[in-house]
């Protein structure tokens, strides 16, 4: 939690003349800017490198960054765009896509983001992903399907109970009616 001497050393890293790509200099203080609330500091970090050689684990920086500048319809332009391009790890890309729509209160198109997430994660690393799994009962719970949301975070708190937010959400369905499955926006 030393950001400040983080970012010195990277501004430090930043400046060094070498042949090698420093994508990854950038994309940190980026991230280090963000922990700092310095969105327009991450901002000019990313701007450093041109649009068309940003990888994908650039892209999602860059998008976490037009969130915290609540350009959600940028941010959501640029998953899409690092979706093409990312065989390994699009998940994570998908996952922040749940968030964002999430945020926008398009708890479908959310749901969608996070299965897909899931699903893909499943099929290319035969693993389960907790934050699809989250998210999905998140959703669940926005669209008014309480059995379903709580199914969903059950199976998560039996994988994962130390989930972040887990026992808020779990929670918030103990506290819930037993309203019918209905839907939201």
């Known amino acids: 939690n030393k950001f400040q001497k983080a970012r010195d050393a ?6 060094c003349e070498c042949n090698r790509p420093i994508d990854f200099v950038y994309e940190l203080l980026a991230r280090t800017c963000l922990a700092m609330e310095d969105i327009q500091g991450a901002a000019d970090a990313i701007d450093q490198v ?21 350009e959600f319809h940028a941010a959501r332009r640029v998953l899409l765009t690092c979706l093409d391009r990312d065989r390994r790890s699009r998940h994570r890309a ?16 959310s749901m969608e983001y996070a299965e897909a997430a899931g699903t893909f994660f499943r099929e290319t690393w035969g693993g389960f992903l907790d934050d699809a799994q989250f998210w999905q009962a998140l959703n669940a719970y926005r669209l ?23 026992a808020m959400l779990l929670a918030r369905l103990s506290g819930a009616g037993h309203g019918s499955k209905g839907e939201e926006k």
């Open 10 to 15: 990277l501004d430090f890293a930043a400046r």
């Open 50 to 70: 041109p649009e068309k050689k940003r990888r994908p684990y650039y892209r999602w920086t860059e998008a976490d960054v037009l969130c915290a500048k609540r």
């Open 94 to 109: 998908l996952i922040r896509l749940s968030r964002i729509e999430y945020l926008c209160t398009n708890f479908r198109k």
């Open 144 to 166: 008014r399907d309480r059995e379903r949301a709580m199914e969903l975070a059950e199976d998560l708190r039996a994988r994962n109970p130390r989930y972040p937010k887990l």
